[in-house]
């Protein structure tokens, strides 16, 4: 491998192409060969705490999305995921493959304890999630998003330690470790951290291309994780920009005397590495995403579906608005100090100064700006959509702290360098630290009951069987194996707003259950949505609340308990309509 000019000069202080004779941080064991393993062994320890949160509830509102389809190719042998809005078929493949295996071990053990349970069995098991107990499956597809995050952190690791050294590999992977985005989403089943871990193997194989081109290995590698990747998550087709721009200006050297208005019939006619890499990107898409293209009316449906639907909760403005909410709310809270990206600007800037000029990094720096810069200007905002760009603000932060290392050190020796290696030492361990603990703090939340778990009981226990309660999506799951029988309505997503008041008079209905967060939405935007801010100013005038759940220490949102008031109860209010004003009485 060749040497990299970036940072890379003995005169320098860091040797990119071998390991420096001196540690950065003075401390030998953090350069060793076991330092990894540690930073690994770590990585699994806090996302394992709390991984089988809710459980035998289901509460993460998406993992439904990529688990079902798995369930149905077990039960049904349809391979059709039906449900193409990410599209999300990696993850759904990869489940289905993984829960064959687990029942096969679970079978086993069966037989070996004298208690067989037969493939007949397990699929009744399945068919009646979410009333039969779903843990084995959830929570071995959780472990599974464990695995991927790992895996994301060694690929970090060994594009680090490959292409620039050992140090930024090492502390890329102590970050991407430690942060807690990338922590939540590890937990989760769901595409974001799948995303993320085939785009960093994909960029990973692009940067060993760049070495060793021209031999097509890792072309077809980096092509053909990239199709993974998309087939996972459509917004990571982003990162097919660095690969196919590669391609042609490897292309364009092999044939300087080609003209440009030729290029395109030569690109046809012959093997060229962008052909080759198109080839591939589209063969990794196809393997885990093929009913995008053999169901395609229905994966337009679903795409133009999750266009559309307006999440009044994630509401952005496109541009500066939306870039500022990313950094102060999202970037900077990953190790939870307010000038963590201005550490991270200065990597991209010292990659992009001319001194430290480097084609390579270049290209594998252009798909997280290129990511963030398109992301910022949809109309919708979600913290989990700079996942994938996580494990490349974890490189950018390291090499801003190695240049600012190079930068003071250089033209210091013996004690004064020593003193700053201290200095450096002491201050990424007081960043570091409070993250760590923010970290063990949110692991511990999660093996507590869940206040939706607890709304649950409590209505069991204290409201009268038989009752009429109408609730809403992201509550408690009161349909989900009853210990008291209830009439129930749920308005799911649609919300409670979506119907008026008298609504639930005609039906009889007796409570409403409301997610407070969602309430707290729509009367922050009620200029946007008036209709439904006035239906809930409506509620809490009209009936009484008579339990908030809010348990301190225990994970989940906060749900209102409103009881509506018997009839021939008489209520007075006004009521605004058309400039009007009008005295209405209502009997409740």
């Known amino acids: 491998m060749r040497t990299v000019p970036f940072l890379g000069s003995q005169s320098a202080g860091l040797n990119m192409s071998r390991e420096p004779k001196h540690s950065f941080m003075g401390v030998k064991i953090f350069l060793s060969k076991y330092a990894i393993l540690l930073v690994l062994v770590f990585a699994a320890l806090i996302r394992l ?316 720096f252009l798909f997280p700006v290129l990511y963030f810069v398109l992301t910022g200007l949809g109309g919708l905002r979600w913290s989990r959509w700079m996942v994938p760009i996580l494990p490349f603000t974890s490189l950018l932060f390291s090499i801003g702290i190695c240049a600012f290392y190079k930068g003071i050190t250089q033209s210091v020796t013996g004690k004064a360098k020593a003193v700053w290696i201290i200095t450096l030492t002491v201050f990424l361990g007081a960043l570091s630290y409070p993250t760590i603990v923010y970290d063990f703090e949110q692991a511990n939340l999660l093996t507590r009951s869940d206040r939706r778990t607890i709304a649950k009981e409590w209505i069991e226990e204290n409201l009268p069987e038989g009752s009429t309660i109408a609730y809403e999506a992201d509550g408690p799951l009161l349909h989900i194996r009853p210990k008291r029988r209830f009439e129930l309505i749920d308005m799911s997503w649609q919300r409670i707003t979506s119907r008026p008041f008298r609504f639930y008079e005609r039906k009889g209905v007796e409570y409403l259950l409301i997610n407070r967060f969602s309430k707290s939405n729509i009367l922050r935007r009620a200029g946007k949505y008036p209709l439904k801010a006035s239906r809930y100013e409506e509620i809490e005038k009209r009936a009484q609340l008579i339990r908030v759940f809010n348990e301190k220490g225990h994970p989940g949102g906060v749900y209102e308990l409103y009881k509506l008031k018997k009839k021939g109860d008489c209520h007075l209010f006004w009521k605004p309509n058309l400039k009007l004003i009008h005295l209405d009485l209502y009997f409740i």
């Open 49 to 364: 705490i709390g991984v089988d949160y809710g459980l035998p509830y289901l509460y993460f509102p998406d993992e439904h999305h990529f688990t079902y389809p798995a369930f149905r190719i077990l039960t049904e042998g349809d391979l059709n995921p039906h449900w193409f809005g990410h599209p999300g078929s990696f993850v759904t493949y990869i489940l289905a493959i993984l829960w064959i295996v687990v029942i096969g071990i679970h079978m086993l053990l069966g037989a070996l304890s004298g208690n067989p349970t037969t493939f007949s069995d397990i699929q009744q098991q399945i068919a009646g999630i979410p009333h039969s107990d779903p843990t084995m499956f959830y929570l071995s597809g959780r472990i599974l998003m464990i695995v991927f995050s790992l895996i994301t952190i060694y690929a970090l690791y060994i594009l680090g330690k490959k292409h620039l050294n050992r140090t930024i590999g090492l502390l890329s992977a102590f970050l991407l470790a430690i942060s807690p985005l990338f922590i939540d989403f590890s937990r989760r089943i769901r595409t974001d951290v799948s995303s993320a871990m085939l785009i960093t193997l994909s960029l990973l194989f692009l940067m060993n291309f760049f070495d060793d081109n021209p031999r097509t290995k890792w072309l077809v590698l980096s092509s053909l994780f990239a199709g993974f990747s998309v087939a996972s998550k459509y917004t990571s087709v982003i990162v097919v920009c660095p690969i196919l721009i590669y391609c042609v200006i490897c292309d364009r050297k092999a044939n300087k005397s080609l003209p440009f208005r030729r290029y395109v019939v030569y690109f046809f006619r012959q093997k060229t590495n962008l052909s080759r890499a198109m080839l591939w990107i589209f063969i990794g898409f196809f393997i885990f995403a093929p009913f995008v293209i053999l169901d395609f009316p229905s994966a337009f449906r679903d795409i133009s579906k999750e266009l559309n639907m307006d999440y009044f909760f994630a509401i952005g403005q496109p541009g500066l608005d939306n870039y500022n909410w990313y950094i102060k709310e999202v970037l900077n809270p990953q190790l939870s100090q307010p000038f963590y990206i201005y550490i991270v600007l200065l990597g991209l800037l010292f990659v992009l100064t001319k001194k430290n000029r480097e084609p390579k990094l270049w290209l594998l």
